[in-house]
């Protein structure tokens, strides 16, 4: 990767509200105590966010704090917005961007399927978001999802399909599914049955932690 | 006891009995409608609320039962008295056999029985149970439309194909849901295998009803339940401890019937009072008489007890039968409104209870009056008008008890002793408030000089000693205050729950609108649909002070640890208004360097946030530092979009956003409008509200009918009360113009006199009713209701002259024939 300066958020707000001078200078002034720090956005639905918890409970916290205590001098910013489907989170790359990630863990496409919307839209989206990821040269973790049964088997498979075809065309680390072990679980989530609770994320964190190791471990500026 | 003296009297006063009798009437006509019809609501809607849970008691789950319940719901099923059955509700894609079409649908399989109390309204008139059969399937109407199917054809759901019965038109188990991303289908639990989709890896809802035939063992068969359940995924209810929205509805309603009730009793009590003091100053003269010829103030006060409780019974009658007639044609007034079983009646502790409340009301306010008989001297047949105040311990401890038993009847009306005593204290201070401010007036005119001989006689005239001025002034105030207060409250709670619904209100809601699909999804929908930007962002710290989750939890209602909708705009929305700031974002105020933002008054009233108080958002990963510019407040109600935070364009435009829509589309037209969205823009989700808004706008225009009917009990009230004072003040009148006739003025002068005081009276009235309307409105809707306020001052205005109007009218009516008689006439009658 060839991003060069600051990654952290502070910047991206100077962009956008054009501080004045003094604010500058204290900002940066904060900026310098983090500046080493290299940032992967989370990006997501409510399984992201973390529904229903405090934000330190959510897996982006949770992954921040296991991968600093095993030396990695990383920052998980939570970019998770509940409720949101593929079009909402492919309209939102360009943002997302601008917080200049070296790596980005993309989990999206359960509220699609919760809605009925045609899987061959969410596909499209996810598509043009590993693109545009490509495109900016952002080491990926793609996560896949699997959707629940009672939508009919006919929506489920191809809905299933999607993820795995997409990490092969795309080539990119692929976490095969986001709940492994944890949906369904009553005792891993929270009354609802849809959303993890502490313990499930947990679990969550612990799947995904060697897929997050191999990207890092192969970003060539480590 | 004489009771030709008794007939005679009556007959001698006839318009200040008749008078009288209304007011008795009035007192009651209400407070016994509004109770019955409370116990009929009370007792209907513990067994609607059996009908809109479905079941004496029900278990919920987002899971399969764990093991310890499913033990125990077969344990409680095996002493055969308890029944049960099962439903799964969730959504999943319908489709037209021939694949064509598909459509997100909820669905909900019911076992045989379904449901135990309530019903399912089809549209072939049959019974529920006798459609939904093996193999078929009952579905929303809107599923027709958005599939091109009818009722015969056949519907893919999971691995069934399954033939379409009948069209549901209501169920009294599914409450009013605004947002249903899907129509319902009702599925037989004998396909549930067959549709292969309630498996492990299925979000489902589980829930079973029961039924039991011994009532007492509800609780106990709950508890049973609820201490065998997983408590953070298993919940047992029962039909009464639910919280029933219809229940809450009622209880809001008949509360604020109540209120008006009590308003009407105090009102017709103060007519009361004062029409009978009308009456017995009147007769003055014949006590003076009847005492120089040796009767006892104990035989006048009894004899004149007598006549009250004759006119009250009168009175009674009138008040408890017309109560009665109003409550039994409630059907016509609540059609469609009051629950389906109601069955409306009277009760013999309906009319116990009307009898009790009538004698107490009637005792209370006719006390000051009749306790006064006994004070007429003989010498009073020379004299002025007797001083009818309290004195002695005595008067003034029975007038407490009175007060006290008031105090009672007011607060076992409201059924609330918080309530009663913010009532009674403000029904006080309404009155000692109008004393002050009535005692003010009457200094300030005591001081205006003026050269016009008439209006100084006016003035004069209404402040001589002896003359009944302040009390008279204070009464009608109060009296026009009350009601004034109950237009404004009234006219309040419509602008806010009523007005609000117009036929206009958005019925199609689109979410996830992208920002490159604008321009298409406007030139599909029509030209003067208005788009909302929509960026998730979460607060996360106010003046540097951190948004607590666990804090926000314990407070009720919405929390500020949530999502928010951020948006951004230059302008007010129409059913916006300022209440701090006068533009979205003045630059003065606003520090270097922070992006000014408008607020709206819910969230700031939810986290203490006041103007210049600096938030800091997270959008989606990016800091926002903002600084409180204005505060908003809406006007509309919830069926128009509204935002929390409102950003200038300039900072949000880049920030990551879908846009929202909320369209007014006619009911018939919305399926095939759904289908052309969704088959253009496959992404945008649309929500279908018009069945709601529409049940919502019926619903309010039938509380208007209401409110409006009880509120015009209070307003007869107060007319008679303006009848009674005239009433009460026509033989001070009918002296001054013979003492002005003497004195050589012509019918002209005194004519002038009568009216400039009549004015001033009225002015008087009006002008304090007014102030002190305004100022109980406003208390009641800021304070209370927590709504807005609008003084709507146009009533204020024709309060005003409808009250000078009124008086002068009745002043000068009853006052003509006066002018127009011979001085010589009158002193001889008075005389004799």
Same mark, same amino acid.
């Given at each position: ?113 919760? %809605?009925?919307?045609? /899987? ?6 996810? *598509?043009?978001?590993?693109? @545009?990821? =490509? !495109?900016?040269? $952002? ?9 629940? %049964?009672?939508?009919? /088997? ?6 299933? *399909?999607?993820?795995?075809? @997409?990490? =092969? !065309?795309?080539? $990119? ?50 | ?832």
């Amino acid at each position: 990767m060839l991003k060069t300066g600051h990654r952290i958020i502070f910047i991206a707000i100077l962009a956008i509200v054009g501080c004045s001078q003094e604010q500058q200078k204290e900002t940066e002034a904060v900026a310098q105590e983090v500046t080493l720090v290299e940032t992967i956005v989370a990006v997501g639905d409510s399984l992201t966010a973390g529904f229903g918890l405090d934000e330190n409970q959510s897996y982006p916290a949770v992954l921040e704090g296991k991968l600093r205590a095993a030396g990695y001098p990383y920052q998980v910013i939570n970019g998770g917005v509940s409720g949101e489907t593929s079009s909402g989170t492919l309209s939102r790359m360009e943002w997302i961007l601008t917080l200049e990630p070296d790596i980005v863990i993309l989990e999206i496409g359960v509220n699609d399927g919760l %809605r009925g919307v045609d /899987p061959q839209v969410t596909e499209d989206n996810i *598509r043009q978001m590993l693109r @545009l990821l =490509e !495109e900016s040269e $952002v080491e990926v973790v793609f996560v896949g999802m699997k959707m629940v %049964r009672n939508l009919g /088997p006919g929506y489920v498979s191809r809905f299933n *399909r999607i993820y795995p075809g @997409l990490a =092969e !065309e795309f080539d $990119v680390v692929f976490f095969p599914f986001f709940l492994e072990g944890v949906a369904m679980v009553s005792e891993l989530n929270q009354s609802d049955g849809v959303h993890p609770n502490a313990k499930g994320y947990a679990i969550i964190v612990e799947n995904m932690y060697s897929y997050v190791v191999e990207v890092i471990e192969r970003s060539p500026k480590l | 006891m004489n009771l030709r003296f008794l007939l005679r009297e009556i007959a001698h006063s006839k318009s200040q009995s008749v008078v009288f009798v209304l007011c008795v009437a009035l007192s009651l006509i209400s407070i016994v409608a509004v109770n019955s019809l409370r116990r009929d609501v009370n007792s209907s809607i513990m067994s609607d609320a059996r009908s809109l849970h479905g079941g004496d008691i029900i278990v919920h789950s987002h899971y399969e039962y764990s093991p310890g319940l499913k033990t125990e719901i077969v344990a409680v099923l095996a002493n055969g008295t308890v029944q049960a059955v099962q439903t799964w509700e969730f959504y999943s894609v319908a489709r037209r056999e021939d694949g064509r079409e598909s459509l997100l649908s909820n669905i909900k399989v019911v076992q045989d029985g379904y449901p135990f109390y309530g019903q399912v309204l089809l549209q072939s008139g049959r019974p529920f149970s006798s459609v939904l059969l093996p193999g078929k399937v009952v579905v929303a109407g809107a599923l027709l439309k958005r599939l091109g199917l009818a009722v015969g054809d056949s519907l893919r759901l999971g691995e069934a194909d399954l033939e379409i019965a009948d069209v549901v038109l209501s169920e009294s188990l599914r409450p009013v849901d605004f947002f249903n991303f899907g129509p319902r289908i009702l599925v037989s639990a004998a396909d549930l295998n067959r549709l292969d989709l309630v498996s492990k890896g299925s979000r489902v809802h589980y829930r079973t009803l029961l039924r039991l035939e011994d009532e007492n063992q509800i609780s106990t068969v709950a508890l049973r339940l609820q201490e065998r359940s997983a408590r953070s995924q298993e919940r047992v209810t029962t039909f009464a401890n639910t919280e029933s929205r219809v229940k809450r509805f009622f209880d809001n309603l008949l509360f604020f019937l109540s209120l008006i009730s009590v308003f009407t009793l105090l009102l017709a009590g103060i007519g009361m009072q004062s029409s009978l003091a009308a009456l017995l100053r009147r007769k003055e003269k014949t006590f003076a008489m009847t005492r120089s010829l040796g009767a006892s103030g104990f035989f006048l006060t009894f004899h004149y007890l007598l006549l009250v409780m004759v006119l009250s019974c009168i009175g009674w009658a009138l008040g408890i039968g017309s109560g009665f007639m109003v409550e039994r044609n409630f059907s016509h007034l609540f059609g469609g409104l009051l629950p389906a079983q109601i069955d409306l009646g009277v009760s013999a502790l309906d009319i116990l209870e009307g009898i009790g409340l009538g004698v107490l009301a009637v005792l209370f306010f006719t006390y000051l009056p009749l306790s006064g008989i006994k004070k007429v001297k003989p010498s009073a047949i020379f004299r002025k008008e007797t001083d009818y105040s309290l004195r002695g311990g005595r008067s003034w401890g029975l007038f407490g008890c009175g007060l006290l038993l008031l105090f009672w009847l007011v607060i076992y009306q409201l059924e609330d002793v918080r309530i009663g005593l913010y009532f009674i204290g403000g029904f006080l201070v309404l009155v000692a408030f109008t004393a002050l401010l009535v005692s003010g007036m009457l200094f300030a005119l005591s001081h205006i000089k003026t050269t016009s001989l008439s209006l100084r006689q006016a003035v004069r005239s209404l402040l001589q000693p002896g003359n009944a001025t302040r009390s008279i002034v204070v009464t009608l105030a109060s009296s026009l205050a009350v009601l004034l207060t109950i237009f404004l409250v009234e006219h309040n709670l419509f602008d806010t729950y009523i007005n609000s619904y117009p036929k206009d209100a958005p019925s199609l809601f689109c979410l996830d609108i992208q920002k490159n699909q604008q321009k298409d999804f406007v030139e599909l929908v029509g030209a003067d649909t208005e788009l909302f930007p929509v960026i998730r962002a979460r607060l996360t710290s106010i003046n540097g002070k951190k948004i607590s989750r666990q804090d926000e939890l314990k407070k009720r209602g919405d929390s500020l640890a949530r999502e928010f909708n951020l948006t951004y705009r230059e302008s007010l929305l129409e059913d916006e208004v300022f209440l701090q700031g006068k533009s979205l974002f003045p630059e003065q105020n606003i520090r270097a360097g922070i992006i000014p933002v408008s607020i709206l008054d819910t969230v700031a009233d939810m986290g203490d946030i006041k103007m210049a108080d600096v938030l800091l958002f997270n959008v989606q990963g990016v800091l926002l530092k903002a600084q409180v510019s204005s505060i908003r407040s809406r006007t509309k109600s919830m069926l128009y979009p509204f935002f929390y935070y409102v950003f200038p364009e300039k900072y949000l435009r880049t920030a990551p956003q879908t846009f929202f829509a909320a369209m007014h589309v006619e009911k018939e037209m919305i399926p095939q409008l759904e289908n052309d969205i969704v088959n253009r823009f496959p992404n945008v989700s649309t929500i279908n509200v018009s069945e709601t808004a529409a049940e919502l706008g019926k619903i309010m225009l039938k509380l208007s009918t209401i409110i409006t009917f009880f509120a015009s009990f209070s307003i007869l009230a107060g007319a008679l009360i303006l009848v009674s004072s005239i009433l009460a003040t026509r033989m001070a009148r009918v002296r001054e113009a013979v003492y002005y006739k003497i004195l050589g003025a012509g019918a002209r002068f005194v004519l002038q006199v009568f009216l400039f005081e009549n004015c001033l009276l009225a002015l008087l009235s009006g002008g304090c009713a007014i102030v002190l309307g305004q100022f109980g409105s406003w208390a009641v809707c800021s304070l209370l209701l927590d709504i807005d306020y609008n003084p709507h001052w146009k009533a204020s205005v024709v309060l005003l002259v409808g009250t000078v109007v009124l008086v002068l009218t009745l002043g000068v009516v009853s006052s003509y024939s006066i002018i127009r008689r011979k001085p010589a006439s009158f002193l001889r009658e008075q005389l004799s």
